[in-house]
């Protein structure tokens, strides 16, 4: 018998529960937020449990789905997680893999942040499981996202077919009690089984493929129905019925149930949003005379429905089309839906919450100030990253999507080139987890197309944002083991580079000096694309922070309290001590990194004890 | 019991921590508990704000003015999270300056055992010892030896019992 045991999960951890639980053998992530826990909290109940997988921080959503895809056409279970911004990574993967089906349950996690809290979108990617034609879980809580990964599997195998699972941010970063199963340790043998009409299909055979598909899709549709959660014993005055799906519907529920109006009105909740099953749709539309769809954060649900003269939701505008559905929005959705009297509310009075910084310590900071110095009229693309928080010290101009950054240097050095009015210094910033991502085909490009910028990539050895998983630098593998290292040096020279500087950030005049040697060359006959390695490694690492020199900072009597370093460096541990009129030291806060000694005009940060 | 408490503070002062130990503390008396946290961006020295609701919930998230129990890690954050906190609800803020809450220096006695970093269970000792929330005190040791990492789990305890202790003889009004 299997034994079992409550615990608290946070969603993410569930669903990584569910997955080991289920016998998945392989799966493969990027980090993003709000994903990024199902991979580690695997890699972690694999080594606690001693369970035999392949897991793997892939170099991007890409290559982990297709690693992961593998698996399954081998005959095993397998797994993908990302933030839905990466399933547009993976998008050209997933729209041929549906196609040629599966063989081994294959689960597409692909998480959304409807807000958005960390991303730069609110896609729905449910409506890319539609779009690529396969079906999509939406689970409203963490214990149901860790059973419908068992029904996804099941689901998976039954049809051939890749399956998604798309929690929201809401449900990943949820924690709840719940019950876990034994796991039962399993040998799943694997073998490639040749069929070169399905897995190497030429386009007359994917014309089949997509009949096949097709086919599935009206099969697992027509058993897409769903009852209401309660019969109503007191019908509501009006005839109608809220269909709700993800964590809006735990919203609803709960609202409902403090105005007393559960046994009152149809709720039904909508599991596998796509495909629904048309009989469904069709007698929802007889049955009511209003209905209301709740539903993060594009209509999947509702652009199903054929008949939307009954319907009350996003594209009639009754529905917000943006953002979160937070419980006070759906409640006033509620009171207008139902007509129930609106009771007075005080009104609400919300300050103004502190935004993000980097770290005190943090090498970015270093860089951005260095870079602000050296050249401040050039313009500034940047990534995805902590980094993207240069944004406060004006040294980030864009940010559009991973590894974008250097195209886009190179699109603008492009079109300034056309005309003959000079080309502006264009600096470059980049992560170095960004860089394996997708940031090196940007490289290849610019040099091919003689492009001339400055790439500053801020090597910290990890990938911070996300919970300092290891780079390919570093070549520490999900397990912990150690994989072979790829190094960032050698991989820019064989990119055809001939102006590569390395530099410890912290050494801001150091790195001044080559980034206006980087700009000499960018413009002289010979130039091109000029690359300067930043690198020091995250501060938010203990180890670093043990083995790195902490100096004990003081402000001295100089300190005009002109604000310079607060403006331009914005240490959240240098704090304005305003009975004072001058800066002072947060000790607190401070970790000693003795950068901004070379920050301050008048040199009023010193090291105590002075150097 | 049930029991809706939001965590108010700043990105890297042991919000996470707080909300995880209250949870823990939930499942331990059996009760049903649901949280939501915000993790990414935020967490980098910006607000913010866990929800926990405590018997029964589906839902993560708390409305504004339905919060029974808030604790600020940071008194900065009391203007713009405050309008979570019902009008017969609680408030425990990190804070020397008095107001229309229960106050404790909650950074300076942590800063006093040793780190800065455990003034959210100093906060946490003093609400326990005013008896405001859902659990009790045997729970939440019990919850510290279980996922206090080895080399903490003593500073970690000390830092609940110097809030208890404070419970009920500070310069509060309410």
Partial sequence: ?611 | MRQKIAISGIGGQGVLFLTRILAEAALFQNEEVITSEIHGMAMRGGSVISHLKVGGFRGPLIRPGEVDVLFFLEEGNLSAHSYFLKNEGVAYVNTMKPGNYRSIEATKIAIEIGTPLVANLVLLGYALGEKSLFCSEESINFVLEKISPRDQLKINQRALMMGIKRSGNTRAIR
């Fill in chain 1, 1 to 611: 018998m299997e034994q079992g045991t409550y615990k608290i999960l946070m969603g993410n951890e569930a669903i990584a529960r569910g997955l080991i639980e289920n016998g998945c053998s392989v799966a493969a992530s990027y980090p993003g937020t709000p994903a990024s826990e199902i991979l580690s909290s695997l890699a972690q109940m694999a080594k606690e449990e001693e369970v035999k997988m392949h897991l793997e921080w892939s170099i991007n959503e890409k290559a982990a789905f297709e690693i992961s895809l593998s698996n399954s056409y081998l005959g095993s279970r397998s797994a993908v997680s990302m933030k839905q911004v990466g399933l547009n990574v993976a998008l050209d993967s997933l729209m041929s893999a549906a196609y040629s089906g599966v063989r081994g349950g294959f689960i597409v996690v692909s998480a959304d942040d409807p807000g958005p809290y960390s991303s730069q979108t609110e896609q729905d990617s449910r409506f890319l499981a539609m779009f690529a034609k396969i079906p999509v879980f939406d689970p409203s809580s963490p214990q149901e996202a860790k059973e419908m990964v068992g029904e996804a599997f099941a689901l998976s195998e039954e049809f051939e077919i890749p399956v998604m699972l798309r929690p929201t941010t809401r449900v990943c970063h949820a924690r709840q009690n719940l019950f876990c199963y034994g796991i039962q340790k399993r040998d799943v043998p694997v073998s490639f089984r040749r069929d070169p009409n399905r897995w190497a299909a030429t386009p007359r055979f994917r014309y089949f493929l997509h009949r096949e598909l097709n086919k599935k899709l009206e099969r697992i549709a027509v058993k897409n129905f769903y009852l209401p959660i309660r019969k109503p014993t007191h019908p509501f005055a009006k005839n109608g019925c809220i269909l709700a799906s993800g964590v809006a519907f735990a919203h609803v529920y709960d609202l409902l149930e403090e105005l007393d109006l559960l046994d009152q009105i149809s709720l039904y909740q909508i599991k596998i949003p796509y495909p629904l099953s048309k009989e469904f749709l069709e007698d929802l539309s007889s049955t009511y005379d209003e209905i209301l769809i709740l539903e993060e954060t594009y209509p999947v649900i509702e652009l199903q429905m054929v008949d939307r003269r009954k319907v009350m939701g996003k594209l009639n505008k009754f529905v917000p089309e943006e953002g979160e559905l937070s419980p006070e929005i759906i409640r006033d959705l509620l009171v207008k839906f139902l007509n129930l009297p609106q009771e007075s509310q005080k009104p609400i009075t919300k300050g103004m919450e502190k935004g993000p910084t980097l770290c005190p310590g943090c090498p970015h900071r270093a860089s951005f100030f260095a870079i602000r110095e050296a050249l401040p009229h050039a313009i500034y693309p940047s990534d995805i990253g902590c980094y993207t928080l240069g944004l406060n010290l004006k040294a980030v101009d864009t940010v559009l999507c991973m590894g974008a950054s250097i195209n886009q240097a190179s699109g603008f050095y492009h079109s300034f080139a056309l005309q003959n009015e000079g080309i502006p210094t264009i600096v470059v910033t980049i992560g170095d987890s960004t860089f394996y991502h997708a940031g090196i085909t940007g490289l290849i490009n610019s040099v091919l197309h003689k492009a001339r910028f400055i790439l500053v990539i801020m090597d910290n050895f990890t990938t911070a944002m996300t919970g300092n998983q290891a780079t390919p630098e570093i070549g520490l593998l999900a397990d912990g083991s150690q994989g072979f290292p790829i190094r960032l040096r050698d991989l820019i020279t064989a990119c055809g580079i001939r102006f590569l500087k390395e530099v410890d950030p912290y050494s801001i005049h150091e790195l001044i000096s080559h980034l206006k040697e980087a700009e000499k060359y960018c413009s002289s006959p010979e130039g091109g694309v000029a690359v300067i390695i930043a690198n020091h490694p995250c501060v938010l690492e203990k180890k670093v922070l043990r083995e790195q020199k902490r100096y004990q900072m003081e402000v001295s009597d100089t300190c005009t309290g002109c604000g310079y370093c607060l403006e331009n460096f914005e240490c959240p541990a240098i704090i304005m001590n305003t009975s004072l009129e001058r800066v002072e030291i947060d000790k607190n806060l401070c970790i000693g990194c003795g950068v901004c000694r070379e920050v301050c005009p008048l040199g009023a940060i010193t090291i105590m004890g002075g150097q």
